[in-house]
């Protein structure tokens, strides 16, 4: 049943990826005083890309070419095992914090060596901004994660989101403030202004997109759209399980997956708001930012250690 699931998840999280894609850009259009695309703008140039033939660099590698699959791949995993509907990790192996923080780097790391191995005189610029906000950002979620493992006496996201649903999580203060610290960096690991991929400045921010076409970009945008979604899934898999099922029992699958869809469908809201009110900072000066989010995470840790 959990392996059911799990692929259910992810199936899910795949599907709905694109349509909250285009609501957060309705939204964008709409705070702008525009008309904007439709919801379902996405859609359609996911199916003209799939489409189209694909269109390689001369003297690219295999890494351009395995970037792609694997740069979606990893979030559809993430996706079957992250705790959504229920409040127990559907496959327990992808669940634990350390195969999170792995599978969230592995995309990382391709995106940047795929940068680096286009032909395109602009592509490597968009890879070192890439690995420069994962330095940036990386280290306040390993410190969130791990003040949140020893308050719930786990590595394993489901029963973290357990000891956080039954109010057994301490100490309370070190909690909450991982929390706040969390929901920053997961605004920052979704990619929103000011630490955004913008569709307008491709060859300086989306890095190797700008070299990619036909299924290939087509993985990679649908990728970028299911990271925003499964990060945001992740802070509200930890951080609010509340409504989630107990049991397997349909009737509970159903009430915990609406309440999963009310909970990261407010979170995604709320950024986009946020996203919006605020301006484009040079890639160079985010480190002024990023060091408020690591103040945050340290001192969660600090309060664990003291026990608040």
């Known amino acids: 049943m959990t392996i059911i699931i799990a692929i259910l998840q992810a199936i899910l999280l795949v599907a709905i990826a694109p349509l909250l894609s285009g ?83 592995l995309p990382r790391f391709m995106f940047a060596l795929a940068s680096i191995d286009s032909a395109g005189s602009y592509t490597a610029i968009g890879g070192v901004r890439e690995l420069l906000v994962g330095v940036l950002v990386e280290p306040s979620l390993i410190l969130v994660l791990f003040v949140m493992a020893v308050a719930a006496g786990s590595t394993n996201v489901g029963l973290m989101a357990s000891s956080v649903a ?81 049991t397997a029992s349909p009737l509970d699958l159903l009430g915990g997956l609406v309440a999963y869809a009310c909970k990261v469908l407010v979170v995604l809201l709320i950024a986009s708001v946020i996203e919006n009110a605020v301006m484009r900072v040079r890639y160079k000066y985010l480190g002024r930012y990023t060091w408020f989010v690591v103040g945050i995470a340290s001192l969660s840790l600090v309060f664990l250690v003291i026990g608040i």
């Not at 703008?41 to 489409?51: G, N, S, V």
């Open 23 to 105: 609501i957060t850009r309705k939204i964008r259009a709409k705070m702008h005083s525009r008309t904007g695309t439709s919801v379902l703008q996405d859609y359609y140039d996911l199916a003209k890309l799939w489409r189209r033939c694909e269109v390689k660099e001369g003297g690219s590698s295999i890494v351009s070419r395995l970037t792609p699959p694997i740069f979606l791949g990893s979030f559809i995993l993430l996706a079957a095992g992250l705790p959504l509907m229920t409040q127990a990790c559907p496959v327990p192996i992808l669940g634990d914090i350390i195969t999170i923080l792995y599978l969230m780097a």
């Open 166 to 246: 039954n109010l057994t999580a301490c100490p309370l203060v070190a909690v909450v403030v991982a929390g706040v610290a969390c929901a920053m960096a997961c605004y920052i690991e979704m990619g929103k202004l000011p630490f955004d991929l913008a569709e307008a400045e491709q060859e300086i921010q989306e890095g190797p997109l700008a070299a990619y076409s036909g299924p290939s970009l087509a993985m990679m945008k649908l990728g970028v759209s299911l990271k925003q979604l499964v990060v945001a899934s992740l802070f509200v898999a930890i951080f609010l399980p509340f409504g989630a099922a107990a």
